[in-house]
């Protein structure tokens, strides 16, 4: 038995939650090949789709939709149908992805992928939203960041079961959604005008971590020994993130900067004052509420087991 995960992940967000999803699929008996996008691109065309049981994609959402290097490997999925000449019967996908805040939007992020997948043979029948978090906006406190993770660690085992028991599970259709994400595709071709406009400043160090990170080459040091942002950025904030000096300004998007890797850890010191507790907390509440019925529901009243190395 075997399953596919394709995913991109620019600040380490969706990559854990691949990890989580292979050790569950591995209990239950199935092998994961992963495809890393944008970095095994070229490996999509190679796929044979009828080798797996499951193929699932992964992604942060970015604007209230999935990235382009997400869409362009559902193409490359549904060209590789085309070219193998398939007429099995639909091949079952899922999508997990990832997101700073819980809101009923970002259950449009996935519209434009269900129509390319559709048109050749796929079928989306189900989709989980992981609130992780921020990797732009505002920094969560690392309480905020614990609960989260606990909460994705308790999810994904009933989510992993109920998508190999073949028990579907879809967001609801939003008025206007597939309009929405439309608009705000322009996300796609707006981080190359907007990565342009990003610099490395005075602080910077030219350790060469932000050439060396970034995931479509877009970093390079010209003959000043200067850091040069190119045109093909896809803003996945990895740059700004991982930068040691926290050199990196970003433009106009400069007050939305995170720097400084989360570390998922429980919190030991005292709790983190946050100018953003209120932000969006309806609907974090309303997320948790959901998880929490989710979760005892699967494990009963037993809460369900940590992962000592976490
Ligand atoms: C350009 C950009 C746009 C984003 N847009 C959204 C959004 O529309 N809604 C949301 O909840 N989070 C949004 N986020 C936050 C990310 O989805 C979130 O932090 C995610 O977990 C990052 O995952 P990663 O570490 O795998 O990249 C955005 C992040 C970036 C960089």
């Not at 044979?48 to 049981?53: L, S």
């Given at each position: 038995m075997k399953v596919l995960l394709i995913y991109f992940s620019g600040t380490g967000n969706t990559e854990r939650i691949t990890e989580l999803y292979k050790n569950e699929f591995a209990k239950l008996g199935y092998q994961t090949d992963e495809v890393k996008l944008p970095a095994d691109n070229r490996a999509v065309n190679c796929i044979?789709?009828?080798?797996?049981?499951f193929i699932g994609f992964g992604y942060p959402i970015h604007a209230f939709n999935a990235p382009k290097t997400v869409l362009n490997a559902c193409k490359a999925l549904q060209n590789r149908r085309k070219a193998l000449g398939r007429e099995t019967p639909r091949k079952k996908v899922f999508v997990y992805k990832t997101s700073g805040e819980p809101v009923r939007m970002s259950d449009v992020s996935s519209l434009k992928m269900r129509g390319i997948l559709k048109r050749r043979g796929y079928a989306l029948t189900n989709e989980y939203q992981y609130v992780m978090p921020?990797?732009?906006i505002f920094r969560h406190t690392d309480a905020q960041v614990d609960k989260m993770w606990q909460t994705a660690q308790a999810l994904t085992p009933v989510h992993v079961n109920e998508i190999a028991n073949g028990t579907p599970s879809l967001p609801k259709k939003m008025f206007m959604g597939g309009f929405l994400a439309w608009i705000l595709r322009a996300e796609h071709w707006g981080a190359h005008i907007v990565g342009k406009t990003y610099k490395a400043n005075k602080t910077c160090v030219h350790c060469g971590k932000c050439v060396k990170l970034c995931p479509v080459n877009n970093i390079r040091v010209n003959k000043h020994g200067k850091i040069k942002f190119g045109g093909k950025c896809i803003m996945c904030m990895r740059c700004a993130m991982f930068c040691p000096k926290n050199s990196i300004e970003l433009g106009i998007l400069k007050s939305w900067k995170v720097n400084g890797e989360y570390s998922f850890a429980p919190p030991t010191d005292a709790p983190q004052a946050s100018k953003h507790d209120k932000y969006c907390l309806k609907a974090y509440n309303r997320y948790y509420a959901r998880a929490e019925k989710t979760i005892t529901e699967f494990y009963g009243e037993t809460p369900p087991p940590q992962d000592p190395a976490e």
């Open positions: 044979n789709p009828d080798e797996y049981d921020y990797n732009i």
